[in-house]
């Protein structure tokens, strides 16, 4: 997500960190390097030159020069901007008092919306919410079939009636709703190849219809700046209420997410990190911009682990770790957390200076079991004995190489570091983020 521009900025920022003092010439530098990071990420002109300017405003001012610390300084300074870019504000959406909610998401064909909807059924559902669909795209060959089947897939009820026009499906899948007592319906609408009278002519009756609580548009972040210029035609024609950005795992560059709120006004909601269907998160401008700074993104972490982990199975690796304890019974059971959390390099990546783990590939998970599984029961629970005969007994037992076994012994390692210091909250945090009680310390402290 966005390594282009995260290797290109922490790369214009690396010689500023360490410096003592700060003159002209080296933010000048300094400058021209984010100028062209953020060019080159497809962000728009406006945007960069109103960006840079601030950021040397600030960096050349007093607070800057009179600070201990200069170069940290530029480096917080650029982290507060890029926050203030993507959206200071809540990415929290409006619920009416008198329920149900209704969510209108609209649109061009192809950015993900059908997807959108069902991930965003799921994300509600897990807050406790009790969602619907409702199908409204009667356009799309085989667009109520994919909404009836992720439906089933999140264990949420789709409202379809493919006889109807788009204005009598949304009411009629409201009144459902209403009857079946949903607190939150989603309209999935019709999109287009590109904007159009047609597509916008039905938003507006589906939206006087529904008279939503949201209006989200969705966006995909591979297309750049299209997206913004599809985000300002919406905008002018329809006005809507904040985005849903699809795809931005693979968006490398991260021009979209960059502009979109300055051009439109309307913040980022949500953002699509992955294919799943768990995969759509709240989008949070200032830990996106820790993200890109290489600053981890840890409160992310913390949610996503607190989500995975069962409290009992928490509380006792937390004891063990506590006690100075990780054996690879412990690393094979952190493994598999980890990977009810995310892709293992995506989790990884979350965490403040943690080095890469190579060629642990979370999708042989077999091949790490085998490894463990070849180890005697000692081995397992003292790693430190596996020395070089034993490790080339290892490898021929799982079918694999000493090299392999040596990568599996290192990455425990750094587990074990890690993991440790999610337990006990001394993770490193970006600028300006508050640490977050785990909920185990929270139960301890109301027991106490």
């Known amino acids: 997500m966005f390594d282009a521009l995260s290797d290109k900025l922490q790369s214009a920022l690396g ?16 400058m021209r390097e984010i100028r062209l990071a953020l060019l080159e990420a497809d962000v728009n002109l406006a945007i960069v030159r109103e960006f840079v300017a601030h950021v040397r405003e600030r960096a050349l001012g007093q607070d800057v ?3 201990l610390t200069p170069g940290q300084q530029v480096v917080k300074i650029v982290h507060e901007e890029l926050t203030e870019l993507m959206g ?4 929290q959406l409006a619920f ?8 209108l998401l609209a649109g061009l064909q192809g950015s993900g919306k059908t997807t959108a909807a069902g991930k965003l059924a799921l994300l509600l559902a897990k807050d406790g919410r009790k969602p619907a669909l409702v199908a409204a795209d009667l356009q799309r060959p085989a667009a109520i079939d994919q909404l009836v089947q992720l439906g089933a897939q999140v264990g949420v009820p789709v409202y379809a009636d493919e006889r109807a026009d788009p204005v009598k499906a949304v009411r009629d899948g409201i009144d459902r709703a209403k009857a079946d007592d ?7 609408t019709a999109g287009r190849l590109h904007v159009d009278e047609a597509l916008m002519d039905e938003l507006a009756a589906v939206r006087k219809e529904a008279k939503p609580t949201n209006v989200l548009l969705v966006l995909d972040a591979m297309t750049g700046q299209e997206a913004v210029n599809v985000a300002t035609a919406f905008q002018e024609r329809i006005d809507f209420d904040g985005v849903v950005m699809t795809k931005l795992d693979g968006d490398a560059r991260g021009g979209a997410a960059l502009s979109v709120k300055h051009v439109t006004g309307k913040p980022i909601k949500l953002a699509s990190v992955g294919e799943k269907l768990d995969a759509l998160e709240w989008f949070h401008p200032d830990r996106m911009a820790s993200r890109i700074l290489g600053m981890g993104d840890v409160l992310t972490l913390i949610e996503r682990a607190e989500a995975a982990v069962a409290d009992d199975e928490k509380e006792e690796l937390e004891r063990r770790l506590m006690a100075g304890e990780f054996s690879f019974d412990d690393f094979l059971s952190s493994y598999k957390m980890l990977r009810r959390m995310g892709p293992l390099q995506g989790v990884l990546k979350m965490i403040p200076g943690a080095p890469e783990i190579p060629d642990v590939d979370e999708r042989q998970l077999g091949r790490v079991e085998a490894i463990i599984l ?6 397992r629970r003292v790693p430190h004995l596996i020395d070089g005969s034993r490790r080339k007994r290892i490898a021929a037992g799982s079918g694999t190489t000493v090299t392999q076994v040596n990568q599996l012994l290192e990455a425990r390692k750094q587990m074990a570091k890690m993991m440790k210091a ?5 993770m490193p945090l970006a600028p300006g983020q508050p640490r977050k009680k785990s909920a185990t310390k929270k139960r301890k402290k109301a027991r106490r």
């Open 88 to 91: 200071s504000g809540s990415s």
């Open 374 to 379: 070849s180890m005697t029961p000692r081995e």
């Open 15 to 30: 010689d500023l960190r360490g410096r003592g003092v700060l003159d002209e010439e080296a933010v000048a530098r300094a």
């Open 65 to 67: 020069a009179k600070s």
């Open 182 to 188: 949903r607190d939150v319906v989603i309209l999935d």
């Open 96 to 103: 009416s008092p008198r329920p149900p909610t209704t969510i």
């Open 422 to 426: 999610m337990g006990s909250g001394k």
